[in-house]
């Protein structure tokens, strides 16, 4: 029934193999080992590829990953069993090679798999034929319960009389009898609630009033109101602020009037000195995010010092020897020792913002990757843990592929095709400000870029592209001897369809030999359905090369919610066998976070896609690189 079995090491090295099809099988395994071993997903046990169920067990001690492979259609329990059995003959019959590191020996463990394949079996089909019988109603734990509620304790009752004695209690008196008002019938005393006798007859007054009706709404309110009372309120005067202006300063302030015809701006001395400084200065490669945060200074667990105090407070007056004791020798890592660490580190990493589930995943994979470690002399649990944690982190914002953008720009180009960007997110994150700062940049390095509006939902989408298109067309403006336009933008107005704009303005880019195609899509949440149609329609048709998520890095567990939705979205509507998710990242507001950066981990580790850019303020130059270990410096921090 299997389809494999694979013994190797985590360095790649495969000791033993069992194959049970003719078909080659590396490209499951593979998958397995880039989507959830590489990734840090040490929490899933199973993981599917096309027809298969692959599920993996790890062993830290001598740091051996074993994979069984079968059929999706299939339901065998005994898997898990299986694998345990397997992992303990195969390591007390070669532990001695394996701790010695003879890893390149022939390993024949073909018998003993099979015998421990068709014991495995044979105890399955046994459970399969016997049916499982109920329990009886004394067996149960209702029948206990019951049993032992009817059950009265003497001693406990006598304990709980005396102690009522002792604190002065006087036993429950009965409750008075019931007043009849009108045919209804109104409890007098009692209360239940430990009133005061001035308590209850005080409602008692209260409701016999509103009975008779005595002191009740209508008869509220008669007495005559006061002259100041009956006297117009005066309206609230308007607040005058210390700089408010006046409206003599609007007309100053008005700058609508000062266009060209053509939609660009009236010309380069409209611009400050500020904004003049930005022209040359971001030309090549990004600068990344590093210089926000400085190094991490390691810190000693405090369990571990109080362990370290008592040890020397032990072996004072017994020579220097006994500085090392405790030192010598190897221990194991187990799952009770983790556990406190790994609950200071979750609550660490929650409070920098990381989602909760992601940090629970990812303690849980931590544990899972060093359970059962033998650990150095000199080496303790804690840093152990926070070493696995800083490399697990790592790992996860390490890109998995290369991000070039202007080389893949100028390969594109030389294909005489556009290369385009694809905007989304949900509302209010800054998609259309991240991409003028794109586009800057683009620019900056000598590529003439085309923006689509394609946000026709939200009013004045277009006008504020219109803006930035001019600003940056005064930054940049065409030669005079071409007169090429650096920065164009493609609008239809608002109602249209988006994708039929995007494509328009592709095969306006194309024909005019513009380079790149920035596509700006209005913001949507998760849940709307038709707007993630229209989404996964206008990706579906232009198949850009590169769709990018844009997320706030002040978002913290919706940062999950919102890219699972999209990305299933995504692959529900394209109705394509291998639809178009999302490629990359885009962090804005990236300046306001401190050192709480823990929603680029959550996104990373919900997409496995990278962060490609990151946004850090509202110029057009404030746009940056990710820094892994400035990052995770911050988090550990």
């Not at 409206?247 to 609508?256: G, N, Q, R, T, V």
């Not at 709480?596 to 850019?613: L, N, R």
Request: hydrophobic letters at 35%.
């Amino acid at each position: 029934m299997l389809d494999l079995f694979t013994i190797f090491s985590k360095g790649g090295i495969v000791l033993w193999y069992f194959q049970g099809v003719n078909q080659v099988l590396t490209e499951p395994v593979n998958a397995l080992i880039k989507t959830v071993i590489l990734q840090e997903r040490g929490s899933v046990s199973s993981f599917q590829h096309g027809s298969l169920t692959l599920e993996y067990k790890l062993d830290n001690e001598f740091e051996l990953i074993f994979v069984v492979a079968y059929q999706k259609i299939l339901q065998l329990s005994y898997i898990d069993k299986f694998i345990d059995d397997v992992r303990r003959e195969f390591r007390d019959k070669y532990a001695q090679d394996l701790r010695d590191g003879n890893v390149m020996r022939d390993f024949d463990f073909t018998e003993e798999f099979q015998r421990l394949l068709k014991k495995a079996e044979a105890s399955a089909k046994n459970q399969a034929k016997q049916p499982r019988q109920m329990r009886t109603f004394e067996e149960s734990q209702k029948s206990q319960k019951s049993v032992a509620s009817l059950k009265v304790d003497k001693k406990k009752e006598k304990e709980k009389e005396n102690v009522g004695k002792k604190k002065g209690k006087a036993p429950p008196e009965p409750a008075p009898p019931a007043a009849v008002i009108n045919g209804g019938t109104v409890n007098t005393g009692g209360g239940g609630g430990g009133e005061g006798q001035d308590t209850i007859q005080r409602n008692r007054e209260e409701f016999f009033k509103k009975m008779t009706g005595k002191g009740s709404k209508k008869n509220i309110g008669t007495s005559p109101k006061p002259e100041k009372e009956k006297e117009k309120k005066k309206g609230k005067a308007p607040t005058k602020w210390a700089h408010g202006g006046s409206s003599k300063d609007a007309k100053i302030l008005d700058f609508s009037g000062d266009k060209e015809s053509n939609g660009t701006m009236a010309g380069e001395e409209d611009l400050g000195d500020t904004e003049r400084a930005w022209v040359g200065s971001m030309s090549g490669e990004l600068k990344s995010v590093g210089d926000l945060y400085e190094e991490e200074e390691e810190e000693e667990d405090d369990d571990e010092e109080e362990i370290q105090q008592k040890d020397s407070k032990k072996s004072s007056g017994f020579g220097v020897f006994n500085m090392f004791k405790g030192l010598v020798g190897q221990k194991t890592v187990t799952a009770e020792a983790m556990a406190p660490v790994l609950d200071k580190m979750k609550d660490h990493l929650i409070g920098k913002n990381v989602a909760a589930d992601i940090a629970d995943q990812l303690c849980t994979s931590v544990a899972t990757k060093l359970e059962g470690r033998v650990l150095g002399t000199f080496s303790g649990v804690t840093s152990t843990i926070r070493q696995a944690i800083r490399d697990s982190l790592v790992q996860i914002l390490t890109p998995k592929r290369r991000i070039d953008i202007l080389r893949d720009v100028m390969e594109a180009k030389s294909q005489n095709r556009p290369y385009t960007i694809t905007f989304c997110g949900v509302n209010g994150v800054g998609k259309s400000t991240n991409l003028a700062k794109i586009c800057f940049w683009l620019v900056e390095n000598g590529f003439r870029v085309l923006i689509a509006a394609c946000d026709t939902f939200r009013a004045g989408a277009v006008e504020q592209l219109r803006t930035h298109a001019r600003r940056m067309a005064a930054l940049h403006p065409p030669e005079h001897h071409s007169g090429v336009k650096m920065v164009q933008l493609y609008e239809k107005g608002y109602g249209k369809d988006a994708a039929g704009i995007a494509m328009e303005a592709i095969n306006f880019a194309r024909e005019q030999r513009i380079d790149v195609v920035l596509v700006d899509t209005a913001g949507r949440m998760q849940d709307n359905e038709p707007l993630m149609r229209a989404l996964s329609k206008l990706i579906k048709v232009n198949q850009p090369e590169l769709v990018l998520f844009v997320g706030e890095a002040l978002v913290g567990n919706d940062s999950v919610d919102q890219l699972t939705k999209f990305n299933q979205a995504l692959a529900d509507f394209s109705s394509m066998e291998n639809p178009r998710l999302i490629d990359g990242i885009l962090l804005t507001k990236f300046d306001t976070i401190d050192d709480k950066v823990g929603a680029a981990i959550s996104m990373t580790y919900t997409t496995g896609q990278p962060v490609v850019f990151v946004g850090t303020g509202q110029t057009y130059t404030d746009l940056k690189a990710l820094n892994v270990q400035a990052v995770v410096n911050a988090l550990l921090k």
